[in-house]
């Protein structure tokens, strides 16, 4: 069982039923060494994706007494002594009552010791807080009997010497549910519906959090109360409705496919999952193959980041402003990796010039800009001329995605086995490194 605690890496793995077989190991009569357990374990992820919700499903199941703190709440008790003395209160009653289950919700508020502009004067109590927190860490590590399960938004805040092997064992992402982790969900919070309309609602809600459903069936139920009635499939479908231009959705959904099919024409790595939200945007999720970092590499990234704005201008004929907007967009990272190619990683016209400020360079320099443009025209052009090749599976697979509106891996993989595999030099315009003028 512990084994497989070793083992979990996503979301789907560490499903509620998964989370709950996992702590029901015994180990009290032996049956794993405590000394064989992964003994922590950080949950990070958006808002509202069950991270609190399954620490305590874990220790509930296990039989486990669970402790629960916060650095918000050590603070409230006062200053640093005070806050010190809370801290350490909660770990010696997670000790005393162990077995245990110690969950440390929102653990990113420890914050880092290296982070010494965000205001500096909080720094030394920063130091203080955190050398004492890892002390707790190391005191329970040494012992038997408690598991520490530390809960966040942002791992990236929190101080390294924390997150280290042996503080933090194992971190495991929990992202957003995709439709499966949304029906296991809907099915937990409507034992009594039809499977088929859990995975209904479930398609419908693609883009919710587990928290947002939590609330809507709430709502809907109070609503449903208000009107001295039980709340019927109905109410949820009208709360869940898709109300969006269907011309949208097909937008979009032509927009995924197109990344994802050059994602498999390009060899990038296998794609996880396709998905339309209900908010109008979508995403496709692949896990990209180790490559040395060539300029045909980046080329390659960057023809699959553009390939959505292709598909829209090959099937529909102009594009929208979705590839763009945020600084995570697609056009804000081919941006990034264009710019990058002539700034930073020596593959472009400056030589091996490495420059601290891209982006005022860009900015300022027409030159810089008028290459990093070269190189993304290249790339979206690339990604038509490889789409139009594949333009009958590119509408077909779109059609499907909108009436599923998730994909998981096996269905991703039998559409995209229709693909061909494009060798570098079969539509290539991939140039040599641009030798310096
Ligand atoms: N697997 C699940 N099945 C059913 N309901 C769930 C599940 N996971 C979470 N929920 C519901 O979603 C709500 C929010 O979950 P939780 O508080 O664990 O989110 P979180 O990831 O800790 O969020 P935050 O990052 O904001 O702390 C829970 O109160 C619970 O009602
Ligand atoms: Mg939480």
């Not at 874990?58 to 650095?71: D, I, L, P, Y």
């Not at 587990?210 to 109360?225: E, K, L, N, P």
């Not at 011309?247 to 998905?275: M, Q, S, T, Y």
């Not at 896990?287 to 390659?300: M, N, V």
Request: charged share 25%; with cysteine; glycine share 8%.
């Amino acid at each position: 069982m512990w084994t497989f605690f070793k083992s979990i890496r996503t979301v789907r793995d560490i499903s509620f039923d998964a989370a709950a077989k996992l702590m029901r190991v015994d180990c009290r009569e032996g049956e794993v060494g405590w000394q064989d357990l992964t003994r922590t374990l950080l949950l990070y992820g958006p808002p509202g994706t069950g991270k609190s919700w399954i620490a305590r499903a874990m220790g509930n199941s296990a039989g486990f007494s669970v402790v629960t703190g916060t650095f918000g709440q050590w603070q409230a008790a006062g200053h640093l002594g005070d806050m010190l003395r809370e801290m350490r209160r909660t770990f010696s009653q997670a000790r005393a009552q162990a077995p245990t289950v110690l969950i440390i919700d929102e653990i990113d508020a420890v914050g880092s010791r290296e982070d010494r502009d965000r205001d500096r004067h909080n720094h030394s109590y920063r130091v203080q807080v955190i050398n004492a927190f890892l002390a707790e860490m190391d005191a329970v590590a040494r012992e038997e009997g408690v598991i520490v399960i530390g809960t966040c938004n942002h791992p990236d805040l929190i101080d390294p010497a924390v997150l280290r092997a042996g503080r933090f064992d194992m971190k495991v992402a929990l992202p957003l549910p995709d439709a499966d982790g949304l029906f296991s969900v809907f099915r937990h919070c409507l034992p009594d519906l039809r499977e088929v309309d859990l995975r209904d609602l479930a398609a419908r809600a693609v883009g919710c959090s587990a928290a947002d459903i939590d609330a809507a069936i709430r709502q809907t139920r109070a609503i449903a109360r208000g009107q001295k009635r039980d709340m019927t499939l109905d109410d949820l479908r009208q709360v869940f409705i898709l109300d969006h231009d269907p011309a949208i959705d097909r937008r979009v959904a032509l927009h995924e496919c197109g990344h994802a099919i050059i994602c498999a024409a390009l060899n990038l790595g296998p794609v996880r999952r396709i998905f339309l939200n209900r908010d109008g945007g979508g995403g496709t999720v692949f896990t990209a193959r180790e490559k040395p970092g060539l300029l045909s590499d980046l080329q390659d990234r960057l023809t699959q980041i553009l390939a959505g704005r292709a598909a829209e201008r090959l099937v529909i004929g102009d594009i929208s402003a979705g590839a763009g907007g945020s600084a995570d967009s697609d056009l804000a990272q081919a941006t990034m990796i264009a710019t990058s190619i002539q700034t930073r990683y020596g593959l472009g016209a400056q030589g091996p010039v490495w420059t601290a400020d891209p982006e005022t360079l860009i900015a300022l320099d027409p030159d810089v800009l008028f290459r990093v443009r070269r190189e993304l025209e290249a790339a979206e052009k690339r990604a038509v001329q490889i789409l139009s090749v594949h333009r009958n599976l590119l509408e077909e697979m779109a059609e499907a995605l909108m009436a599923s509106r998730d994909m998981d891996r096996t269905e991703a993989q039998d559409w995209l086995a229709r693909v061909r595999h494009t060798a570098p030099d079969d539509d290539h315009n991939a140039r040599p490194a641009p030798q310096p003028e």
